[in-house]
């Protein structure tokens, strides 16, 4: 039994030590934390492509999302969103913190970047009929 005792207690420490050297590199790192994905929603009623600085770009359908891999150091940097014929619907320089308060969640429409938490008020769209909501049916 002292035997598997002592194979136990090696292992433990093994694996301990792994764990901990793990912990230390994320921790203390180089490359740990360099990077975030960035979420951005379309909320307009349009296709758009939306261009980084960097020189990511993606295309995002009405109420669809992109993700994006930003860093820290790219920073100021300004993003586009253009429409399917080329046009500019959207520029903006933006700062790091911007997109931290965000929590790295940022949706846009045709009146600019807000914060995905935030909720805008849209007009209501229908017919005076449909927003009145659907009648109480007869006795």
């Known amino acids: 039994m ?27 790192g180089d490359g740990a934390g360099q990077q975030r994905g960035l979420v951005l929603f379309n909320k ?4 758009v492509t939306v261009e980084l600085e960097n020189g990511q770009e993606r295309r995002i359908t009405p109420d669809d999302e992109a993700t994006f891999v930003i860093r820290r ?26 997109f931290a308060n965000a929590e790295f969640r940022v949706s846009f429409d045709e009146n600019g970047f807000f914060r995905t938490a935030d ?9 005076p009929t449909s927003r009145a ?3 109480a049916p007869a006795d």
């Open 133 to 135: 909501g659907t009648p």
């Open 2 to 28: 002292p035997k598997q005792a002592i194979a136990l207690a090696i292992g433990v420490t093994a694996f301990l030590a792994v764990v901990l050297a793990i912990a230390a590199w994320a921790s203390w």
């Open 73 to 98: 150091e790219d920073f100021p940097s300004s993003i586009l969103v253009r429409r399917e014929d080329g046009s500019v619907m959207l520029e903006r320089e933006f700062e790091y913190e911007y």
């Open 44 to 47: 307009t009623v349009e296709t």
């Open 119 to 127: 909720v805008r008020s849209t007009p209501v769209r229908g017919t």
